[in-house]
């Protein structure tokens, strides 16, 4: 029964992988949830700052703004992809290196000079295995990324837009759309785009006065949108392994259930052979 | 009374109501009442004191005020309760 033992062994190591991925499942999952909670809870944050630069926006502040600079010509551009460190997510870190990879090739055809910053082990090793120049990478930004993690990656960014020495920056990260869809996008943060104002707006007491409170607005505006990047593509990053790893646990238990067959199968055709066997044999002596 | 939210971009600290907000201003401290005019205000650093029934206290170091209809809404990058 030489077959059987080598289907008992397969049988075995499915089953150990099965549980090793129903673990990692689980983890994922619990992870999932908290990083969830985090993409909710910064909500409330980056609405309010959105309602308060609509309510002061005007078209003449552009001109004295560099945040809200819109370059004639974009000569300089950063782009500031987010992956994750970790893999075993599917096509997570795949998809969001895709979309940064068709962003530069828009910008290296428009003969946009660009600078390459990279967040995460696995969006590192991509561009340095294509031998592409990596500017600034970060490897230990946390999972529960706070907004001084994003100020690190930014600050130096918003002051070299601001003193003209970059003409866009960009970001590549995932949405967090629901736990099965987290597909990438490449967000432009600078220079600032004004959100639309709705209706009248009511006339507000400024202290100290609108270009004062503009000048402080603006770079909090553009950190929380690589905080609220970042923390979606953590939330984004754990659903895309969750799924990873449930769709390997089913088909570890697909595997599972052709092997059993295959193994019943062996055994009771064995079975069968034996006793046609003694059946041969009984009918051997009595003639 | 006022609705008050004081907002950090990790969570809603606060979310409730107050008869007063003091809050420190980039060049000292500003109360609100109910009634006041719509108002925006850059935060400096210090304490951020909500009174009435509603005793609490924050100590925020910038971000923005926004006073609208009675709803106060304090929206600062770091703000820690005590």
Do not use: C
């Not at chain 1, 994003?150 to 920056?169: C, K, M, Q, T, Y």
């Not at chain 1, 970001?171 to 597909?183: H, I, M, N, Q, R």
């Not at chain 1, 609220?228 to 769709?247: C, D, I, P």
Request: net charge positive.
């Amino acid at each position: 029964m030489a077959k059987g033992r080598e289907l008992k062994g397969r049988i075995k190591s499915v089953e150990n992988t099965r549980k090793i991925t129903r673990t990692m499942e689980m983890v994922a999952a619990s992870k999932m949830k908290r990083a969830q909670d985090r993409v909710v809870a910064a909500r409330p944050y980056a609405s309010s700052l959105t309602d308060i630069i609509s309510n002061l926006y005007t078209p003449d502040l552009a001109e004295r703004f560099p945040l809200l600079r819109q370059p004639a010509e974009i000569k300089r551009a950063a782009v500031l992809v987010l992956t994750s460190n970790r893999g075993l997510a599917g096509a997570f870190n795949g998809n969001l290196i895709k979309e940064a990879r068709n962003l530069l090739a828009r910008l290296d055809g428009e003969k946009v000079d660009v600078e390459l910053h990279v967040v995460g082990k696995k969006g590192l090793g991509y561009f340095r295995y294509v031998g592409r120049t990596v500017a600034k990478s970060y490897i230990d930004v946390p999972d529960r990324a706070s907004i001084e993690n994003a100020g690190e990656l930014i600050d130096e960014l918003i002051d070299r837009f601001a003193n003209g020495e970059l003409d866009a920056v960009h970001v590549v990260y995932a949405t967090f759309k629901s736990a099965l869809s987290t597909p990438p996008v490449t967000q432009t943060i600078l220079p600032v785009t004004p959100p639309k104002v709705e209706g009248a707006r009511p006339d507000y007491i400024l202290l100290p006065s609108a270009d004062a409170i503009l000048t402080e607005l603006l770079p909090s505006y553009v950190r929380n949108s690589v905080y609220k990047a970042l923390v979606e593509t953590t939330a984004g990053f754990y659903s895309a392994q969750r799924n990873a790893m449930k769709s390997a646990t089913d088909n570890a238990g697909e595997m599972l259930n052709v092997l059993r067959r295959t193994f019943n199968r062996a055994r009771q055709a064995q079975i069968t052979q034996e006793i046609a066997e003694i059946v041969g044999g009984a009918a051997a002596l009595q003639g | 009374m006022l609705k008050v939210s004081v907002i950090s971009p990790e969570s809603v600290l606060f979310e409730g109501e107050a008869d007063s907000v003091v809050a420190p201003a980039y060049d000292g401290e500003v109360g609100i009442l109910t009634g006041h005019a719509p108002m925006m205000a850059v935060l400096g650093k210090g304490e951020l004191r909500l009174g009435g029934s509603t005793n609490r206290r924050f100590k925020v170091e910038g971000g923005f005020l926004q006073v609208l209809d009675n709803q106060v809404r304090v929206v600062t990058e770091r703000a820690v309760a005590g």
